[in-house]
């Protein structure tokens, strides 16, 4: 039986999305596709779609999966024109298929949703907006929410390179004004494809990072051409790529059956480190000292080879201070610069601020996950109905493309409206204990993998806890979620009391 796509009564629910980056996209674009619905908005901050995409704009920006993974499964692109695509590639992708799918006309730009609250009484969602370009300001009301509000957003600046006094910006904010060349320039983080420009490149980092090379190979006219005159060619491309990259799951794992793969990863990275940093000293600075994948890898041929070249100095001391445009290490030397880039991550715990949704019984969602998230597969929450995460909550990955799980926490929301109106149920929610089984087992599966030992990571949250990956494969995540379990929501029948297992 298909998918119910209107209530009893003939009527659609009305459908907010926030943000309009591969999430959003993918959630308007199911609804349109597979319900029919074409009942929502959505409200991005910005003035153009992308989120990641359009934001990120700095030098070598691109996905470090590769491309054929990192595009919707029903909206294949056979133009790559890289394994590895750029940001403006990518992004010039997500305009494509918006532009398809006629998503632009159902965009509110500029218009950020200051505040979500649950409404028991009206069965809704009442959203607090405010347009960016004019300050107007209003409410909507909506039966169901998507929040796609991105987890690397916000740009985490620590507050010590305040005091900075020369041109300073952080990656996600590229100054495309500001000319590099002939430059003294300090580097948090890492950026390797400035160097060729600058004259002086301190670079900083205190931990360092595991490395895998990377081949970044050009998509010749002749595959091109393969791909889109026969499909078992891209379809098989396609499948061996996604297939070979699930299996990469292996290498993070610290069970003693898995040791063969991930001794073999951590061998691997070592040759291409002693490949490619002859200096002793260098080498012993650049080596990591926790166990490889407990913090994201990062797949570089460049990287290393920009860290030997003569002009650039390796810095892995604590920056103590900054003052006018010097910065100060634990050791006592300092380095004077005239540009300071920061490569310092985003806040991913915080993405929510307090009071920007309040689900049931006013219970504050930025609060209440402070604690640690409990939601069911970080889709749904028990304390918000008819509320759908995307890239929610232990549902970012260490090894594969993020899009397939935004794929599948799309096609389980799906499935949830189309029980809602099915069934005539003006709300749902997953259940406490739901939640609950979900995030106990996570915790207990992650005692096996490699991102919760010793090292520090934006996957874990204060108290050490991984609140932003799943802990399996993609595969395992959607198999999990190919058919909707009614017996673990709660809901209300329109205009009745909640009652459980309906
Ligand atoms: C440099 C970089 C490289 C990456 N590479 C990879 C990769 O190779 N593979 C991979 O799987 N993942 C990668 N990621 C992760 C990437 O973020 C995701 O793959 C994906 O793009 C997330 O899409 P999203 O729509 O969930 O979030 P985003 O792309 O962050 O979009 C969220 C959108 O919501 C909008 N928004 C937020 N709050 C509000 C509000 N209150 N009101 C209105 N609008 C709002 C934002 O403006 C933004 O446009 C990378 C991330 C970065 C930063």
């Given at each position: ?25 993918c ?139 020369g ?15 002939n ?59 996604y ?23 951590m ?10 940093i ?11 000292d ?88 970080g ?8 509320m ?35 069934r005539d ?43 932003a ?34």
């Amino acid at each position: 039986m298909g998918l119910a796509k209107t209530y009893k009564d003939g009527t659609t629910p009305t459908i907010c999305i926030i943000g309009a980056g591969f999430s959003g996209m993918c959630a308007a674009i199911r609804l349109q596709t597979q319900l029919d619905l074409k009942t929502y908005t959505i409200f991005e901050l910005q003035p153009e779609l992308g989120g990641t995409w359009w934001s990120n704009t700095y030098p070598g920006c691109g996905s470090d999966t590769t491309s054929v993974n990192y595009q919707f499964s029903f909206e294949m692109n056979y133009e790559w024109s890289k394994t590895y695509a750029g940001y403006q590639e990518i992004w010039e992708y997500q305009r494509r298929v918006a532009k398809k799918y006629n998503l632009y006309e159902k965009i509110r730009f500029r218009t950020e949703i200051t505040h979500a609250e649950w409404h028991e009484d009206l069965q809704q969602w009442v959203l607090d907006w405010t347009d960016h370009n004019t300050g107007e300001t209003g409410q909507m009301n909506a039966d169901i929410v998507f929040c796609g509000m991105g987890a690397l957003r916000i740009p985490n600046i620590p507050k010590q390179f305040d005091d900075f006094e020369g041109p300073k910006w952080h990656t996600a904010q590229w100054n495309h004004e500001y000319d590099l060349t002939n430059k003294r320039v300090a580097v948090v983080g890492s950026v390797p494809a400035i160097v060729d420009k600058v004259k002086k490149l301190e670079f900083y980092q205190r931990s360092s990072t595991y490395i895998m090379p990377r081949k970044n190979a050009n998509i010749s006219a002749f595959w091109k051409f393969l791909f889109r005159h026969i499909p078992f060619v891209h379809f098989l491309y396609y499948k061996l790529t996604y297939w070979g990259t699930e299996f990469t799951i292996q290498t993070f794992s610290t069970k003693w059956r898995h040791a063969i793969p991930r001794r073999f990863a951590m061998f691997l990275a070592w040759c291409f480190r002693f490949w490619q940093i002859r200096g002793k000293k260098l080498r012993a600075n650049l080596t990591p000292d926790y166990i490889l994948g407990c913090r994201r890898l990062v797949v570089s041929s460049d990287y290393y080879p920009a860290l030997v070249r003569k002009h650039v100095s390796v810095h892995t001391k604590a920056i103590t201070g900054v003052k006018g445009q010097t910065l100060t290490l634990s050791d006592g030397s300092q380095q004077e610069v005239d540009v300071l880039l920061l490569a310092t991550g985003f806040h991913v715990q915080d993405t929510l601020g307090e009071g920007v949704v309040i689900g049931r019984n006013k219970s504050d969602l930025a609060k209440v996950w402070v604690q640690g998230p409990k939601t069911y597969y970080g889709i749904t929450f028990a304390e918000t109905p008819n509320m759908f995460f995307l890239l929610g909550p232990n549902t970012a990955l260490g090894h594969n493309s993020v899009l397939y799980m935004i794929e599948t926490a799309c096609e389980h929301a799906i499935m949830a409206i189309a029980h809602m109106m099915e069934r005539d149920l003006s709300s749902i929610q997953a259940t406490p204990k739901a939640c609950k089984d979900f995030v106990d087992e996570v915790e207990e599966k992650m005692k096996g993998m490699a991102w919760s030992s010793d090292c520090n990571s934006w996957y874990k949250n204060k108290r050490g806890t991984i609140t932003a990956l799943w802990w399996s494969s993609c595969t395992h995540y959607w198999w999990r979620l190919r058919k909707f379990k009614p017996q673990h929501f709660t809901g209300v029948q329109r205009s009745k009391a909640p009652t459980t297992h309906v």
